[in-house]
């Protein structure tokens, strides 16, 4: 499988990224890589362990005569995001990703690709690999559950680290290099809510919001992009005027994915039926109004289906929840005053369901200070304690602060002058880097961030530049030769 992938240069980082792409390994279901990846070190001689949640370190001695430099920790993390089109049969547990090239990028076919951050653990895997690479100690440590929990680095093991670097290869734009990082938390809402049966002057009516880009929560969440979760919902909320009362909801799979498609059935009286319909059709020529280019392919549909043993919510038990979920915060909340054109505070409404009145909703709020993203859960445990529902705060992690006096910057920048012809862009990601976390258990380490082009992480519209990659490689082994000769 992705044979293809062997003739893309360099070869070395190509052929672990197929190893990656043939090994399933979404969040969760690291193991059978875990157990490829310490073979394969068996195989190179690299002694390797784990610490008790299962993170893996492999390392290798440093060249002879670079003893003395700096140790460098490569960090990485080893699962991906389990995205699939509707319709498209994948099991993310089972089956390869299946890759193919267009027009200088590489996609995979119907889901997410995985290159996020599967290229940047194929270019740690090459380091350790590559026999001409001059090099101080390494350490490669590769992390699990980044993208469900953070749980890989929020658990990682103490004292066990040994270098005092650390280049994290989990970004993704050319050209450029992080030094900070939002933090963020899961803020996770329950409720059990009263039903009824179905009466006889009521319509079963299944609504539809699909063909939205989706995107990275973090990373796209100030783009023209619609949250379906957020627009069936607006929907919903207008459609209560004509007493509409919701008896299932399904939106979203993933707390830090822009939700690309959201579903819902709810009951109408008959005799605001057609009015309804109505509303629908003009309020989908609304949305793709507001969302202009941006998210030109919305399509938002709406059928009468039968469904005879249908509970809906009661009445007030659906005007409550729909008013709860108008009102919750969605999007950018806040614009960074100290760092031009970074968010500073979002919210993402990821997972939303109702099912047998069973609500669940799994929000994911970041922000550069930890104390304005406790603020916005707040928020959301006081909106929904207003019906009752169970709120709760949890997988919270530390951004990272930028330090721009980094020595390791320093080396960094003067390096890719000298191999690209220009600095890079210093910059602060909207998103939840691991170096946060590790930076609050190692604080010794120096630390920065960088990657190859991808695009459209999260989603099924993932891709990397195949060209960025070799870009990606001459930078990290040139920065690592210079790093040894720097003792």
């Not at 082009?453 to 930078?475: D, Q, T």
Request: hydrophobic share 45%.
């Amino acid at each position: 499988m992705n044979a293809h992938l062997e003739a893309l240069e360099p070869r070395l980082v190509w052929q672990h990224f197929r190893t990656l792409c043939n090994t399933p390994r979404p969040s969760g279901h690291e193991a059978a890589l875990v157990a490829t990846l310490e073979a394969w070190a068996d195989s190179q001689g690299l002694p390797h362990d784990r610490d008790e949640f299962g993170n893996l370190r492999i390392c290798k001695p440093a060249t002879p005569g670079c003893e003395s430099a700096p140790g460098i920790v490569l960090q990485g993390h080893l699962d991906m995001v389990a995205q699939a089109n509707a319709g498209h049969d994948h099991d993310f547990t089972r089956d390869p990703i299946q890759t193919y090239e267009k027009d200088g990028w590489l996609f995979a076919d119907g889901t997410t690709l995985g290159a996020d951050n599967g290229l940047g653990v194929a270019a740690i895997l090459a380091v350790l690999e590559d026999p001409a690479l001059t090099h101080g100690p390494l350490e490669a440590l590769f992390t699990l559950e980044e993208e469900t929990s953070m749980g890989g680095a929020l658990n990682l093991a103490e004292n066990w680290l040994e270098g005092s670097l650390l280049l994290n290869l989990d970004s993704e734009d050319r050209g450029q290099v992080y030094i900070g990082c939002a933090g963020g938390a899961d803020v996770v809402v329950n409720a059990q809510l009263p039903s009824t049966a179905l009466q006889d002057n009521e319509q079963v009516v299944s609504l539809a919001l699909t063909g939205l880009k989706g995107g990275h929560s973090g990373m796209d969440i100030d783009k023209p992009l619609g949250n379906a979760n957020r627009l069936l919902v607006r929907v919903l909320w207008a459609l209560e005027s004509f007493g509409a009362r919701l008896i299932n909801y399904h939106g979203g799979t993933l707390r830090n994915a822009i939700p690309r498609e959201a579903f819902a059935q709810i009951a109408l009286p008959t005799d605001e039926l057609d009015a309804a319909l109505a509303m629908v059709e003009t309020l989908a020529d609304t949305l793709k109004a507001e969302l202009g280019s941006g998210d030109s392919n919305m399509a938002l549909t709406a059928e009468r289906v039968e469904l005879a043993d249908a509970e809906p919510l009661t009445r007030d038990a659906s005007a409550m929840l729909l008013a709860a979920l108008h009102a919750a915060p969605c999007g950018v909340e806040r614009m960074s005053a100290d760092v031009p054109g970074v968010v500073e505070t979002s919210n993402n409404l990821g997972v939303l369901s109702v099912e047998n009145g069973r609500f669940h909703l799994c929000a994911l709020v970041r922000s550069l200070h930890d104390s304005a993203a406790d603020a916005m859960a707040g928020r959301f445990q006081a909106l929904f304690g207003l019906m009752g529902a169970r709120v709760k705060v949890e997988n919270g992690y530390p951004g990272w602060v930028p330090n721009p006096q980094s020595p390791l910057l320093a080396t960094f920048n003067a390096r890719h002058a000298a191999l690209m012809g220009r600095e890079p862009e210093v910059k602060v990601i909207h998103a939840g880097l691991e170096c946060g976390i590790l930076g609050s258990k190692y604080p010794q380490l120096d630390m920065i961030s960088f990657g190859p082009l991808i695009r459209g992480a999260h989603s099924p519209a993932e891709r990397v530049e195949i060209a960025s990659v070799a870009e990606f490689w001459e930078m990290l082994r040139d920065f690592i030769e210079t790093l040894a000769n720097s003792r």
